[in-house]
């Protein structure tokens, strides 16, 4: 049982705009900043977003996310069948004193 | 370019002990944490610990403590990973990857290729 909390899949047309939630606790979303990671198939984790809503170079700006109180969120616009992969959100875990991921979502580009 | 190759597969035996490297270049190596994460087949991800290279105690995961030791040397840019008392359940690909300096230290900005580790009688 993970931390965070995430749906297991989700699923949109290509072009349409999907949202992927990220649900923790006092002690890790709600007080420290929110990382997302895409997982394609067979390969290492890549960083999509990190410190809530920052894009690192390179990725483009249809993946964008957002933090409340102790949820987040990833939302990509504009989808595309590239972006049919598994997606992890994390943070730091104050009460833990460690690093903790979501159950990972599989996005569906239908 | 920043790099972190890791070594090869490994096939263990249950209650051996595995140690996998993760060599790193392209950067000044006590400018990062290195932390290790296991994903075991389809599964997801999960954090075992992380070391500061300019450090001596590395941090580790309650569910791990006791089982990983995490090293890093300054000597050869190279971080290890060393765990335990292996059982099948220990089956996964163990990935090493960068932590900022700060509060940020997290953030996972590079990682390396995975080291799948298959526990086997």
């Known amino acids: 049982q993970s931390v965070l909390t995430q749906p297991p899949s989700a699923s949109g047309t290509p072009g349409q705009r999907v949202t992927i939630s990220c649900s923790g606790g006092?002690?890790?979303?709600?007080?420290?900043?929110v990382n997302w990671y895409q997982q394609l198939p067979g390969t290492a984790p890549k960083l999509l977003i990190y410190?809530?809503?920052q894009r690192p170079s390179g990725v483009p700006d249809r993946f964008s996310g957002s933090k409340s109180g102790t949820s987040a969120s990833l939302a990509i616009s504009g989808l595309q069948s590239e972006d049919e992969t598994t997606y992890y959100c994390?943070?730091?875990?104050?009460?833990?004193?460690?690093?903790?991921f979501g159950g990972g979502t599989k996005l569906t580009v239908l | 370019e920043v790099q972190l190759v890791q070594s090869g597969a490994e096939v263990m035996k249950p209650g051996a002990t595995v140690k996998i490297s993760c060599k790193v270049s392209?950067?000044?190596?006590?400018?990062?944490?290195i932390h290790w994460v296991q994903q075991a087949p389809g599964k997801g991800l999960e954090w075992m610990g992380l070391?500061?290279?300019?450090?001596?105690?590395?941090i580790y995961a309650e569910q791990f403590q006791g089982r990983v030791t995490i090293t890093a040397d300054t000597s050869t840019d190279t971080a290890d990973m060393e765990l335990n008392s292996l059982t099948s359940e220990d089956t996964a690909v163990y990935y090493c990857?960068?932590?900022?300096?700060?509060?940020?230290?997290?953030?996972?900005?590079?990682w390396g290729q995975g080291t799948l580790v298959t526990v086997s009688s």
């Open positions: 070391v500061d290279p300019e450090d001596v105690d590395p």
């Open positions: 410190t809530n809503n």
């Open positions: 990857a960068t932590g900022r300096r700060g509060s940020e230290m997290y953030v996972f900005d590079y």
């Open positions: 392209g950067y000044r190596f006590t400018d990062y944490y």
């Open positions: 994390a943070t730091w875990d104050d009460s833990l004193n460690g690093v903790v």
């Open positions: 006092g002690s890790n979303i709600g007080g420290n900043t």
